[in-house]
């Protein structure tokens, strides 16, 4: 190690160890209040003040904890410290602390009751002084140098206060003249006296006087730090025989390490705190610690002669009891101090009593001074509070900073997040469209397919039941034209024998009729003839009955006068009567001939001959009362006989033409159906071989339709089979395609989360379902704020506030 840098200042190196619970402190169940945080090098103390929680964190250059084993600490912090020693510089150890927090273990251990182990191995309780000799030696022997160790041991006050030198030779080096270098390291190693105040160290009476002896080095020793800390002019060394030893140790050129021991019982809570603000304050103390310089043998002889002979007489003198004996140069030096502290003295007493009158002027100064500052403490106070309330306030402002800060930092995730989910979802809905669109086209081709399969297949039963019909009417027909046949024939063959009969009877009437016809003639020409001869009678006997009426009334008139001559008239009227009435049945008797035989030819003669009849009987009733209205009564029954035979002479004239040329038109027409019969039986029987021919070259059109119909149905099967086969063709291209899609939506197109550095952790891969899609939602400002609040705890820094001067076990006890 160079000069220029072992000379660099070096802070005293401070390590912290919490002991274990004690059995008392196990079984009074004491609350633990010291946390040690060995990665972090950090203690934790935990206070309740005001009925609050508050943790007061110290960090240290190393921490070791309950668990820590002296090996531990040893290998760690005490390793490095005696290779130094080795190495020719000055250290110190100690081990500072409440009673019973271990220093005593720490230092020596618990090697007196335990049994070293194999090959002198020390016991695992061992603590840092023998191991510290036992590396020393180990080392120097490993060396084969030659070497002295010298080792004090020191008791001050009758508490511990151990003090080991090491003291090393080694021959190795020379100079060029082959003189040997000594190289020197010495190592101080001190266990105090427990660092507590007086009435709990367990000091009574007699030990009084020595512990205040004790606390008054301890005392000292807190002095001295603070004066180093804090830079004042005038370090206290002298004010104790600890601070005096350790002089070097503190400020000085020597490398110290102090090892603060604490309890984490809450019955040392006080004492803990103060141990831990005393070590803490002890970090910032300065060293220069620089390498021995090496001493030429013969120098360190001369010097370690001159020593003895010194010590020698000292020892002569004390023996002696007749005084001190000092050497004679140390006299006269020490008279000269002593003439220069009397002048000295002298001065000072006068400065003094300036001083003196300066300090009644400076303690009203100082008493005005008081009040101000009393005044001015007041406004300090007052002001620290409002400085308080100020920095709690800023404190709670910043908190709220930092929770936004973290809420907005969770918002951006959260909005990256949205973001890429927004991507994700829209990747996902155009998959899920495209996806659709393309099942919709599928489903809707499946669907025209199948409709055309469906098409297709009514096709083929409609053409098989149009076979069937097709069948059934050619078997019908061929049924129908049988009968039709049959039926046709059999017609024929009834017309014609119909048409033959018909022209038979129809001759045989004719002939009937035309005999009928000439009889009637004959019987009308006969009729005729009678009632002419009839009508001649009457016509003669009407006018014999005018002549006779003429000359009876003649004679009337000229036998009126006679009785006889009207007899003879009635006799005449009589005979008249009769032959009327005979002829009058004749007539009754020609008319009722005349009308049956008339009856079916005509009523009207009937109703000429009834007419004629009636007259005749109205004729005849009338004659017998009215005479004169005979002649006129024959008048008009010839004239109604006349027009009465007229008539029947026309009608029996227009008759015989009717039915004449009813007969020629019967004759006519029977002929004309005769031929017309025969022409409808040509036509017919002509029909029906052309109709036989129709439904022949029908049923042939229908078999050639029924092939055609074949060959069109295996065609139609044939191209659905095609077209099946493309329809699958097609859809397993689809689905090849949509597979396609599928996986180049998943592996490409769909956005993984990319850890930017602030998401902590990188989300799986998946298709977003709902609760994952849920989950990228950014949390509530609650849930946000609860998670940063639960990671961040808000650390109020309203504790009482520390006071400037560090508390010191020692200061309690003035
Ligand atoms: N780290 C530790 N591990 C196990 N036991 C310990 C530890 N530290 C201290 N002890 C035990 O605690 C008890 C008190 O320890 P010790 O006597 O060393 O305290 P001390 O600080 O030296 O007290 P005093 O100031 O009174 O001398 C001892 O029985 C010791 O074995």
Same mark, same amino acid.
């Given at each position: 190690?160079?000069?220029?840098?072992?000379?660099?200042?070096?802070?005293?190196?401070?390590?912290?160890?919490?002991?274990?619970?004690?059995?008392?402190?196990?079984?009074?169940?004491?609350?633990?209040?010291?946390?040690?945080?060995?990665?972090?090098?950090?203690?934790?103390?935990?206070?309740?003040?005001?009925?609050?929680?508050?943790?007061?964190?110290?960090?240290?250059?190393?921490?070791?904890?309950?668990?820590? =084993?002296?090996?531990?600490?040893?290998?760690?912090?005490?390793?490095?410290?005696?290779?130094?020693?080795?190495?020719?510089?000055?250290?110190?150890?100690?081990?500072?602390?409440?009673?019973?927090?271990?220093?005593?273990?720490?230092?020596?251990?618990?090697?007196?009751?335990?049994?070293?182990?194999?090959?002198? =191995?020390?016991?695992?309780?061992?603590?840092?002084?023998?191991?510290?000799?036992?590396?020393?030696?180990?080392?120097?022997?490993?060396?084969?140098?030659?070497?002295?160790?010298?080792?004090?041991?020191?008791?001050?006050?009758?508490?511990?206060?151990?003090?080991?030198?090491?003291?090393?030779?080694?021959?190795?080096?020379?100079?060029? +003249?082959?003189?040997?270098?000594?190289?020197?390291?010495?190592?101080?190693?001190?266990?105090?006296?427990?660092?507590?105040?007086?009435?709990?160290?367990?000091?009574?009476?007699?030990?009084?006087?020595?512990?205040?002896?004790?606390?008054?080095?301890?005392?000292?020793?807190?002095?001295?730090?603070?004066?180093?800390?804090?830079?004042?002019?005038?370090?206290?060394?002298?004010?104790?025989?600890?601070?005096?030893?350790?002089?070097? !140790?503190?400020?000085?050129?020597?490398?110290?390490?102090?090892?603060?021991?604490?309890?984490?019982?809450?019955?040392?809570?006080? +004492?803990?705190?103060?141990?831990?603000?005393?070590?803490?304050?002890?970090?910032?103390?300065?060293?220069?610690?620089?390498?021995?310089?090496?001493?030429?043998?013969?120098?360190?002889?001369?010097?370690?002669?001159?020593?003895?002979?010194?010590?020698?007489?000292?020892?002569?003198?004390?023996?002696?009891?007749?005084?001190?004996?000092?050497?004679?140069?140390?006299?006269?030096?020490?008279?000269?101090?002593?003439?220069?502290?009397?002048? =000295?003295?002298?001065?000072?007493?006068?400065?003094?009593?300036?001083?003196?009158?300066?300090?009644?002027?400076?303690?009203?100064?100082?008493?005005?001074?008081?009040?101000?500052?009393?005044?001015?403490?007041?406004?300090?106070?007052?002001?620290?509070?409002?400085?308080?309330?100020?920095?709690?306030?800023?404190? @709670?402002?910043?908190?709220?900073?930092?929770?936004?800060?973290?809420?907005?930092?969770?918002?951006?995730? @959260?909005?990256?997040?949205?973001?890429?989910?927004?991507?994700?979802?829209?990747?996902?809905?155009?998959?899920?469209?495209?996806?659709?669109?393309?099942?919709?086209?599928?489903?809707?081709?499946?669907?025209? /397919?199948?409709?055309?399969?469906?098409?297709?297949?009514?096709?083929? +039963?409609?053409?098989?039941?149009?076979?069937?019909?097709?069948?059934?009417?050619?078997?019908?027909?061929?049924?129908?034209?049988?009968?039709?046949?049959?039926?046709?024939?059999?017609?024929?063959?009834?017309?014609?024998?119909?048409?033959?009969?018909?022209?038979?009877?129809?001759?045989?009437?004719?002939?009937?009729?035309?005999?009928?016809?000439?009889?009637?003639?004959?019987?009308?020409?006969?009729?005729?003839?009678?009632?002419?001869?009839?009508?001649?009678?009457?016509?003669?006997? @009407?006018?014999?009955?005018?002549?006779?009426?003429?000359?009876?009334?003649?004679?009337?008139?000229?036998?009126?006068?006679?009785?006889?001559?009207?007899?003879?008239?009635?006799?005449?009227?009589?005979?008249?009567?009769?032959?009327?009435?005979?002829?009058?049945?004749?007539?009754?008797?020609?008319?009722?001939?005349?009308?049956?035989?008339?009856?079916?030819?005509?009523? =009207?003669?009937?109703?000429?001959?009834?007419?004629?009849?009636?007259?005749?009987?109205?004729?005849?009733?009338?004659?017998?009362?009215?005479?004169?209205?005979?002649?006129?009564?024959?008048?008009?029954?010839?004239?109604?006989?006349?027009?009465?035979?007229?008539?029947?002479?026309?009608? /029996?004239?227009?008759?015989?033409?009717?039915?004449?040329?009813?007969?020629?038109?019967?004759?006519?027409?029977?002929?004309?159906?005769?031929?017309?019969?025969?022409? !409808?039986?040509?036509?017919?029987?002509?029909?029906?071989?052309?109709?036989? #021919?129709?439904?022949?070259?029908?049923?042939?059109?229908?078999?050639?339709?029924?092939?055609?119909? @074949?060959?069109?149905?295996?065609?139609?099967?044939?191209?659905?089979?095609?077209?099946?086969?493309?329809?699958?063709?097609?859809?397993?291209?689809?689905?090849?395609?949509?597979?396609?899609?599928?996986?180049?939506?998943?592996?490409?197109?769909?956005?993984? #989360?990319?850890?930017?550095?602030?998401?902590?952790?990188?989300?799986?891969?998946?298709?977003?379902?709902?609760?994952?899609? +849920?989950?990228?939602?950014?949390?509530?400002?609650?849930?946000?704020?609860?998670?940063?609040?639960?990671?961040?705890?808000?650390?109020?820094?309203?504790?009482?506030?520390?006071?400037?001067?560090?508390?010191?076990?020692?200061?309690?006890?003035?």
């Amino acid at each position: 190690m160079s000069r220029e840098k072992s000379e660099k200042a070096v802070n005293v190196q401070v390590l912290l160890r919490c002991r274990p619970f004690n059995e008392d402190e196990l079984r009074n169940n004491a609350p633990q209040v010291v946390t040690c945080n060995e990665y972090q090098r950090e203690v934790a103390v935990s206070q309740s003040i005001a009925g609050k929680q508050i943790d007061r964190v110290f960090t240290f250059d190393k921490v070791f904890g309950p668990s820590a =084993q002296q090996k531990d600490l040893y290998d760690q912090a005490v390793i490095p410290i005696v290779n130094e020693v080795l190495d020719g510089f000055n250290c110190t150890i100690f081990a500072y602390g409440q009673t019973g927090t271990g220093k005593t273990y720490t230092m020596e251990g618990e090697c007196k009751r335990a049994k070293s182990g194999p090959n002198g =191995q020390l016991p695992p309780d061992a603590g840092v002084i023998p191991r510290a000799v036992k590396q020393i030696f180990d080392t120097l022997e490993s060396q084969n140098a030659e070497y002295s160790v010298k080792v004090t041991f020191l008791e001050l006050y009758n508490e511990k206060s151990l003090i080991l030198l090491g003291h090393e030779e080694i021959s190795k080096e020379a100079t060029p +003249e082959g003189e040997e270098l000594i190289k020197c390291g010495k190592l101080n190693l001190v266990d105090l006296a427990g660092s507590e105040n007086i009435s709990r160290s367990g000091a009574r009476e007699g030990r009084a006087r020595e512990a205040g002896e004790i606390n008054k080095s301890l005392l000292t020793l807190g002095r001295v730090i603070t004066a180093l800390v804090e830079h004042l002019g005038h370090i206290p060394y002298r004010d104790s025989k600890l601070t005096r030893l350790l002089r070097d !140790s503190l400020g000085g050129r020597t490398k110290t390490c102090i090892i603060a021991t604490v309890s984490p019982s809450i019955h040392c809570l006080d +004492e803990t705190l103060s141990t831990l603000d005393y070590a803490h304050r002890a970090k910032n103390i300065k060293n220069r610690p620089e390498v021995n310089q090496k001493l030429m043998k013969s120098t360190l002889i001369k010097d370690l002669y001159s020593e003895i002979d010194r010590m020698k007489a000292e020892v002569y003198a004390a023996r002696e009891k007749n005084g001190v004996y000092i050497p004679k140069e140390r006299y006269y030096q020490e008279e000269s101090e002593r003439k220069a502290m009397a002048d =000295q003295i002298e001065n000072n007493q006068k400065q003094f009593e300036e001083l003196q009158v300066k300090l009644d002027a400076q303690i009203q100064l100082s008493s005005d001074l008081g009040i101000k500052l009393n005044n001015t403490e007041k406004n300090l106070d007052q002001t620290c509070k409002l400085l308080a309330t100020a920095k709690e306030d800023i404190k @709670a402002y910043q908190y709220t900073l930092t929770e936004k800060d973290f809420i907005i930092a969770e918002q951006k995730k @959260a909005a990256r997040e949205d973001r890429l989910s927004a991507v994700n979802r829209s990747v996902v809905n155009d998959f899920q469209a495209d996806l659709a669109e393309k099942i919709g086209s599928l489903s809707s081709i499946i669907v025209a /397919s199948m409709a055309r399969q469906n098409e297709q297949l009514q096709c083929v +039963e409609k053409l098989c039941h149009s076979c069937l019909e097709v069948h059934n009417k050619i078997e019908a027909m061929r049924n129908m034209v049988h009968l039709n046949k049959a039926g046709i024939k059999a017609s024929v063959e009834d017309m014609s024998s119909m048409v033959s009969s018909n022209f038979s009877s129809l001759g045989q009437k004719f002939h009937d009729s035309q005999e009928h016809t000439s009889e009637l003639s004959k019987f009308i020409i006969e009729l005729l003839d009678k009632i002419e001869e009839e009508t001649h009678k009457l016509d003669c006997h @009407a006018a014999r009955a005018h002549e006779a009426q003429t000359t009876s009334i003649a004679d009337f008139q000229k036998a009126y006068e006679v009785d006889v001559r009207l007899v003879g008239l009635r006799d005449a009227s009589i005979e008249n009567m009769a032959f009327l009435d005979e002829h009058k049945s004749i007539m009754e008797c020609a008319t009722s001939d005349a009308k049956r035989k008339w009856q079916a030819f005509s009523a =009207q003669a009937e109703n000429y001959s009834k007419d004629g009849a009636d007259f005749s009987t109205a004729k005849h009733c009338r004659m017998e009362l009215l005479l004169q209205q005979c002649v006129k009564t024959v008048d008009g029954a010839s004239k109604h006989w006349k027009k009465t035979h007229e008539s029947i002479n026309e009608m /029996s004239s227009e008759h015989v033409t009717a039915v004449e040329a009813i007969v020629r038109n019967a004759v006519e027409s029977s002929e004309q159906h005769y031929l017309e019969v025969g022409s !409808s039986g040509t036509e017919a029987m002509e029909n029906a071989v052309k109709n036989s #021919d129709d439904i022949r070259r029908h049923i042939d059109r229908l078999t050639e339709h029924e092939t055609e119909a @074949a060959s069109g149905i295996i065609a139609n099967v044939k191209t659905h089979l095609g077209t099946l086969k493309d329809l699958e063709d097609d859809h397993a291209g689809r689905t090849t395609d949509i597979v396609r899609h599928t996986q180049n939506t998943f592996q490409n197109t769909y956005m993984d #989360d990319e850890p930017s550095g602030d998401t902590p952790t990188r989300s799986e891969t998946d298709v977003p379902s709902k609760g994952t899609i +849920e989950s990228l939602r950014s949390q509530p400002m609650e849930a946000l704020l609860e998670e940063f609040r639960e990671n961040n705890p808000y650390e109020s820094s309203k504790e009482p506030k520390p006071s400037l001067i560090p508390r010191s076990p020692l200061i309690q006890l003035n």
